[in-house]
Every structure is written in structure tokens, then in C-alpha cells.
């Protein structure tokens, strides 16, 4: 049998490289300069001032008095369209529908949109367990879901913050966290394992569990998988590995 090689897709290295100095851009508090972008990337200044100065131009960066990048206007076009959207990259849904296949339980895609904790899209195999109001679209109770806590974990601390202070630690089981105390020291756990949990906490006798989507460093997004109480504590480790292997495997970049 005659094997076709694999390539990896034509890429534009100038993109590549404007795409990496904005999200290093983004990610800076205070921006950043063209020497701290040019080292950062192993460029030279006239490269990075370059690029930094075409997406200033396009006004995704924008310029102060020190010579420090910024976002620029344009970037909340972005952030926008972004919040509002409810779609999802299709290797993420792909990702979803083999969860769900591999556990044979139901399954979510959670992102932050808005300013919420969001379940994208959901799949359901065949030992489907349906919580009501569990729906594309649906965004309250982080401190009850896994997907929640485990975003609200991984956020930036000023997002963390302002989320906590909005927060109602609202009981909807005897299971349910309602004390700020409970919730930083469950954050603090979930850091540590990777992995949120939430163990009859949203609807008595469903365990819930989630793992991260990583893309370069950042947390993104999250897959769920829901399942009787039960029945996790016989498949708990198979649930948790193939939802790490779907993680993995959801990714869009690998560099």
C-alpha cells in the first residue's frame, strides 16, 4: 500500500510573526516596546519595529508618547465579535463529538463570551445524562459547574476579581460552594491538578469534570464531560484521560 506523505499547511512567516507580537502585545499589562517585542521573538529591531508599525497603521496596535504598544481601536472589533459569538473552532468540535463517542456521556465546550462562562456547543453519547438548562447559550452559576470554576481559575486576575465580586454563591445542592473562602481555596486545587470538579454541586447525583484547552500558554476554552455520580466513581479514570486526550487533541496550535 503506497503512503502519501503528510505536509504541514503553507504558512506566511511575516503573519506568524505579527499574529505572536500581538498576543504578546495583548498579554502585557503596561504593552510592550520594539527592543522587549524584538527580543522576545529573536528579531531584529527594524523587523519588529516593522511589523509593530504596519499593525499600528491598521489600528489593531496603537503608539503612546513612551514608544510603548498597545491595543488599538480596531482590536475591539475583535474582542467583540468574539463575545457575541457562539462559535467554536471546528477541531474543538470535533474534539466534543469523540468525547462524547469515548465516554458514551454526554459532553460540553465552554469558553468565556462576554464576560460569562458559556457552554458552546454540547454532544451527547449513549448513557446521555440531560441536567435542565444545561444548553448552548447557557452562562449562570460558575461557582456550581466545573467549567466554571475551572475557567474562573485560570483567568487573569482582574477578570477573576471582578467576577467574584458580581458572583452570587447561590445553593442549588447541599454540595454547593457558597462561601468566597471555599470557592479561591477550590481555585487553588484546580490549579494544581489541572482539572475542575464538581461532584453533585449544580444537580444532585451528576458529577461533573473538566480540563482545559491550552493554545500557547493561555487557557481558552474547556471540555466537560457529565456523568451520575455513580458511574464516575467506577469510570473515573477513563473519563479522565479521554478528556485530557480530547484536550490535546482539540488544539489548534502546537508550537
Known amino acids: 500500500m503506497e503512503h502519501r506523505k503528510v505536509t504541514k499547511p503553507t504558512t506566511i512567516q511575516s503573519v506568524e510573526r505579527a499574529t505572536k507580537i500581538l498576543l504578546a502585545v495583548a498579554a502585557a499589562p503596561d504593552g510592550a516596546s520594539a527592543k522587549e517585542v524584538s527580543n522576545q521573538f529573536n528579531l531584529s529591531l527594524p523587523t519588529a519595529y516593522h511589523l509593530l508599525t504596519t499593525l499600528v497603521r491598521e489600528g489593531i496596535l496603537s503608539k503612546d508618547a513612551r514608544r510603548r504598544y498597545a491595543l488599538g481601536p480596531l482590536a475591539s472589533v475583535i474582542a467583540d465579535a468574539v463575545a457575541g459569538s457562539l462559535v467554536a473552532p471546528q477541531q474543538y468540535l470535533d474534539a466534543l463529538t469523540s468525547l462524547a463517542a469515548s465516554t458514551r456521556e454526554t459532553a460540553y465546550l465552554s469558553a468565556w463570551r462576554g464576560g460569562r462562562v458559556t457552554i458552546l456547543q454540547s454532544a451527547e453519547g449513549v448513557h446521555a445524562v440531560r441536567v435542565a438548562g444545561l444548553t448552548r447559550g447557557y452562562c449562570d ?45 477550590e481555585f487553588a486545587r484546580i490549579i494544581n491538578e489541572g482539572v475542575a470538579h464538581d461532584n453533585g454541586e449544580f444537580s444532585e447525583d451528576v458529577y461533573c469534570v473538566s480540563v482545559p484547552i491550552i493554545e500557547r500558554g493561555s487557557v481558552v476554552a474547556c471540555l466537560t464531560v457529565s456523568v451520575p455520580v455513580g458511574r464516575y466513581q467506577s469510570d473515573s479514570a477513563m473519563i479522565l484521560a479521554r478528556l485530557q486526550d480530547a484536550a490535546e487533541a482539540a488544539r489548534v496550535t502546537h508550537s
Request: charged share 20%; glycine share 2%; net charge positive.
Open 141 to 185: 452559576h460558575l461557582h456550581a459547574r466545573a467549567s466554571g470554576k475551572l475557567l474562573l481559575a485560570y483567568a487573569p486576575e482582574y477578570l477573576r476579581n471582578s467576577q467574584l465580586e458580581q458572583l452570587k454563591l447561590t445553593r442549588l445542592t447541599s454540595n454547593t460552594i457558597t462561601t468566597r473562602r471555599e470557592l479561591v481555596a
